[in-house]
């Protein structure tokens, strides 16, 4: 079946632009979470949905990174004011939602601020 | 969340068995050892998980000492695609996973 789709796959950007990164979870997930890799590094927490609010956003760096969910499926990123330091493979992942269910991972939005 | 520690990197040859140590000697009664890997340009994959008994998959053992401290992932029969990061990671009910740094298998021909 379909796995985590997340688009676009590349996406450079200039310094100080707005983006928006999508995720499209497995069909009937209930929780979902973004992360982010840099190069060399394991991949860090930013926040989890469990349906459509956030129920941990505790690994958010700063108020310029935002994330919604509103009808508990689809998830945007959203990075304004992008700095050269956020560049890196944003990760998006889903579960049942149940208690220990695995993680499913996407293959991530390569994000380049120039 | 417990913290684990792996080696930082490990080589295998094709064909033999693929034993990737972890040890957590902090881990708390509730916490579920969880097994990753991320191959090149992928997103991470689960591999399997247990909490005090062995586990067994079409991917992968996990074998896990009786007083916890300490596991073992065992990929019986490596192959060159199974060269990848290798995460052991403690977690408890829902709470997010916590990536360390994981070893780097690299399986030889």
């Known amino acids: 079946g379909a796995g985590v789709s997340q688009t676009p796959s590349n996406k450079v950007t200039e310094k100080g632009k707005y983006v928006e990164l999508r995720c499209d979870p497995i069909s009937g997930h209930t929780a979902l979470y973004w992360y982010r890799q840099s190069l060399g590094q394991g991949p860090e927490f930013l926040i989890y949905f469990q349906g459509t609010g956030a129920a941990d956003d505790s690994g958010l760096p700063n108020d310029r990174f935002f994330a919604v969910r509103p009808e508990g499926s689809v998830s945007t990123l959203k990075i304004q004011r992008t700095e050269r330091g956020d560049s890196a493979v944003y990760l998006c992942?889903?579960?049942?939602?149940?208690?220990?269910?695995?993680?499913?991972f996407g293959n991530g939005t390569r994000l380049t601020v120039t | 969340d417990a913290k684990t520690t792996q080696p930082t990197s490990m080589d295998c040859a094709e064909g033999r068995a693929a034993n990737l140590p972890c040890n957590h000697s902090t881990i708390s009664g509730n916490e579920y050892v969880y097994w990753y890997r991320q191959i090149h340009s992928q997103g991470p994959q689960y591999i399997i998980h247990g909490l005090k008994n062995n586990e067994t998959n079409e991917m992968a053992s996990l074998i896990i000492t009786e007083d916890r401290k300490s596991s073992t992932l065992i990929l019986p029969h490596a192959t060159l695609r199974d060269t990848a990061v290798y995460y052991c990671i403690l977690i408890r009910g829902r709470r997010a996973l916590t990536f360390g740094s994981g070893t780097r298998l690299q399986v030889q021909p």
């Open positions: 992942a889903s579960s049942s939602g149940t208690r220990n269910s695995p993680l499913h």
